[in-house]
């Protein structure tokens, strides 16, 4: 049974044919696993052989010290175990009869509707195009995360742009290396920001012959570096939750 995911999933190609990994990193679960491997508490697990506090999300999550995402998410199938959502309840099907009714379903989940057979087909097939359209409002046959309750084991925990991780992660890895630095050697967040280009026109202002400028052009610079190290550290901390991403 293929697997189905409410987030759009990696994609590796086939064996003899791989897909470069921007195809991977397209995908949320890419990036969760990304920061769970900047989790410092999760890797002092891994090297403890899954012993310790987070014992119990690491018989789930396993070891994340290799560099390589593709065998992290197909190993036991730990992508599809972790993340896919649980076969559907609910089939597509016509009601024969009133038994065939579940009173658990929920106007959110279930749209039952009533097919007057003597209307045209092409009538039909119009009036239910809109009442669909009124009550699936997902675009491209997908829900948005916030409109649909996940079953996976653990779900995306809110919506967000593959952009906006990679810029965060990218930010934090040279945030993290810088303070590595002898302190002589460390780059100032607003030089952090001009090397990520994070700012075009605060890059340009940062350096200008213009004191004001060269004031306002650091200062914007440095509060987004500081924004995406923030948010990253947010993430980074709740994948030990086992939470992605964290707000």
């Known amino acids: 049974?293929?697997?189905h995911f409410?987030?759009?999933?990696?994609?590796?190609?086939?064996?003899?044919?791989?897909?470069?990994?921007?195809?991977?990193?397209?995908?949320?679960?890419?990036?969760?696993?990304?920061?769970?491997?900047?989790?410092?508490?999760?890797?002092?697990?891994?090297?403890?052989?899954?012993a310790g506090a987070l014992a119990a999300l690491y018989a789930d999550f396993g070891d994340v010290r290799e560099d390589n995402f593709h065998r992290w998410w197909?190993?036991?199938?730990?992508?599809?175990?972790?993340?896919?959502?649980?076969?559907?309840t609910v089939k597509f099907a016509e009601l024969a009869s009133a038994q065939a009714w579940s009173e658990q379903w929920t106007a959110q989940d279930v749209m039952v509707v009533a097919v007057p057979l003597r209307v045209s087909k092409r009538s039909l097939t119009g009036a239910f195009a809109r009442l669909l359209n009124a009550r699936h409002t997902g675009k491209q046959g997908r829900?948005?995360?916030?409109?649909?309750q996940s079953?996976?084991?653990?779900?995306?925990?809110?919506?967000?742009?593959?952009?906006?991780?990679?810029i965060a992660l990218a930010v934090y890895d040279l945030w993290a290396a810088n303070e590595n630095k002898p302190a002589d050697q460390r780059m100032t967040l607003w030089q952090m920001g001009c090397e990520l280009n994070?700012?075009?026109?605060?890059?340009?202002?940062?350096?200008?012959?213009?004191?004001?400028?060269r004031a306002v052009g650091?200062?914007?610079?440095?509060?987004?570096?500081?924004?995406?190290?923030?948010?990253a550290r947010?993430?980074?901390?709740?994948?030990?939750?086992?939470?992605?991403?964290a707000a």
């Open 151 to 166: 079953t996976a084991r653990y779900p995306v925990a809110r919506n967000y742009t593959v952009a906006n991780l990679r």
């Open 198 to 213: 994070l700012n075009k026109q605060a890059a340009r202002d940062a350096v200008s012959t213009h004191k004001a400028d």
């Open 218 to 231: 650091r200062n914007v610079l440095a509060a987004t570096v500081s924004r995406h190290v923030r948010q």
């Open 1 to 3: 049974m293929l697997a």
């Open 143 to 148: 829900p948005a995360l916030s409109q649909q």
């Open 6 to 50: 409410l987030a759009p999933h990696p994609r590796f190609g086939r064996v003899n044919n791989r897909l470069p990994v921007g195809h991977q990193q397209r995908s949320p679960y890419y990036w969760w696993w990304a920061c769970l491997r900047r989790n410092a508490d999760y890797l002092a697990c891994c090297a403890a052989g899954g």
């Open 74 to 88: 197909s190993e036991h199938e730990r992508g599809r175990m972790l993340f896919a959502e649980q076969p559907l």
């Open 234 to 245: 947010l993430l980074i901390a709740g994948t030990a939750e086992g939470v992605f991403p």
